[in-house]
């Protein structure tokens, strides 16, 4: 399935339209949702342009067939090259370094105490809500940053995964609190840089 672009009240193009150069021709509610603003874009784009290719293209996809073709060849005018590797897929697949991990095992945290320091990041023009936890130990300090909800749920929850804690904590418990609290994937969070730093200095599954 594919959409033609269409310009939704909550998106970065629907609530800043004038940094896209577009216009938004109706502002008024309407009764039900704002999924499709009417709008106008004075650089020109010719969003039906692609439509037949697409339609092809798709056609021929779910039949299983032509996988191999030429992107050039689904449109009748001349595209751009592509910019993806053809083996860029399996090459992810190839190198997935995923952590597998049994929900019931326990999770400790042997690597000292940490502070928190919780800071805005700008990018691009866009702003980021930062925690950094810095770690002390006898090999010498370690800092992470992680967007701060996350950072503030893991300095929140180190005590209880230490090993002097009452209690234990298992993957699937820790998972579970995680996602509740950030909203934020676990799996992708625990397989992210930052955790793999952890987890090489006292982040530990037993």
């Not at 779910?62 to 050039?72: A, E, R, S, V």
């Not at 800071?119 to 967007?147: D, H, I, R, W, Y």
Request: some cysteine; glycine content about 6%; hydrophobic content about 40%.
């Amino acid at each position: 399935f594919w959409h033609q672009f269409a310009m939704t009240a909550h998106s970065p193009v629907g609530l800043n339209p004038a940094q896209f150069k577009a216009t938004i021709v109706n502002e008024q509610l309407g009764t039900f949702a704002n999924n499709d603003l009417v709008h106008h874009d004075p650089t020109g784009a010719d969003h039906e342009l692609f439509s037949e290719g697409l339609r092809k293209s798709l056609f021929n996809y779910m039949h299983g067939i032509c996988f191999d073709f030429p992107l050039q060849d689904w449109f009748d005018f001349k595209v751009p090259r592509t910019t993806v590797a053809p083996d860029f897929i399996q090459k992810a697949i190839d190198e997935n370094d995923f952590e597998s991990s049994s929900p019931h095992a326990k999770v400790y945290w042997i690597g000292g105490p940490a502070i928190v320091r919780y800071f805005t990041k700008k990018k691009k023009n866009q702003t980021f809500e930062m925690a950094e936890l810095t770690f002390f130990n006898k090999k010498g300090n370690l800092s992470v940053q992680l967007p701060q909800v996350e950072g503030k749920w893991m300095f929140e929850h180190l005590p209880e995964l230490s090993v002097s804690s009452n209690q234990s904590v298992t993957f699937a418990e820790l998972g579970k609190s995680f996602e509740e609290q950030t909203g934020n994937d676990f799996i992708l969070f625990w397989n992210g840089t930052s955790m793999k730093h952890l987890r090489e200095n006292g982040l530990l599954m037993l």
